[in-house]
């Protein structure tokens, strides 16, 4: 597919969520789940792994070259990169994390409730660097990236018991789009106006989903397809929800589970 490049008024793209997403966050903080090794980063620039749990780029990347900004979006924590290169584009997003704080603790990477203390710093630091006018503008005009929720399920909800004794599937589903509500309103609340947020893909079709699922031999698992499916049912009435309650709120939900 070629990429287009469109002129639009977005000055930046910003990232919160997983690694679907994440741009080498967790190459500095304490955790096991890195990807700062090969054969990740082999079709990247310079065929090196940066962080991004891909052989080149990610969705994000893309995004930003096709609204004519940077080929690739830094990661918040990198420290070869400061708020000169984050000011057109930057990425808070930490592989393993969701929206449950439970999810995020199981591989110690970072809360999305950090992403969003990460952000507010960095909200302070761009109006610092450009002035309080043009930070204010480029913050209300970027274009804004969630992509998270499949790490809830597989590697949390489903791995251990203390959500499954707490929720049935259904229940935790609608535990996580409450925080996912949540976590937009507070969003808004600090003036994000265009926010594009990526549903669950069919994670039952996930490579490591199918090589355990030795039963069904290694086929797609369909409870963990039905229960994606259902979420994005629910995630786009969500957003239409939100479209109506959040004044000023562009809000889009993007199916990765089609695309896939």
Not at 102 to 129: C, D, F, G, H
Request: proline fraction near 5%.
């Amino acid at each position: 597919m070629l990429a287009v490049k469109v002129k639009s008024k977005v000055p930046a793209v910003i990232v919160f969520g997983d690694s679907s997403v994440d741009s080498g966050n967790n190459n500095v903080i304490s955790t096991l789940l890195k990807s700062n090794f090969q054969p990740y980063g082999r079709d990247f620039y310079g065929g090196q792994p940066t962080g991004r749990f891909c052989n080149g780029r990610i969705p994000p990347d893309f995004i930003s070259e096709a609204f004519g900004l940077k080929l690739a979006i830094p990661a918040y924590l990198d420290p070869a990169y400061n708020i000169s290169d984050f000011a057109t584009g930057v990425c808070f997003a930490s592989a393993g994390t969701g929206y449950d704080n439970a999810t995020s603790n199981v591989l110690n990477v970072i809360p999305l409730w950090k992403e969003m203390e990460y952000y507010k710093e960095y909200q302070r630091q761009l109006r610092a660097y450009v002035g309080e006018k043009k930070g204010n503008r480029i913050l209300r005009e970027a274009l804004y990236l969630m992509s998270l929720g499949t790490n809830d399920f597989l590697e949390n909800y489903y791995t251990f018991p203390t959500r499954r004794s707490q929720f049935s599937v259904r229940q935790y589903r609608d535990f996580l789009l409450e925080l996912g509500e949540s976590f937009v309103r507070e969003l808004h609340g600090v003036g994000v106006r265009k926010l594009s947020i990526t549903g669950l893909p069919p994670m039952g079709c996930l490579p490591l989903e199918r090589a355990t699922n030795i039963l069904g031999q290694n086929d797609c698992v369909p409870e963990y397809n039905n229960v994606a499916s259902e979420f994005n049912r629910k995630l786009e009435g969500l957003v239409v929800k939100l479209n109506k309650q959040l004044p000023g709120m562009r809000m889009v939900s993007a199916s990765a589970y089609d695309i896939f």
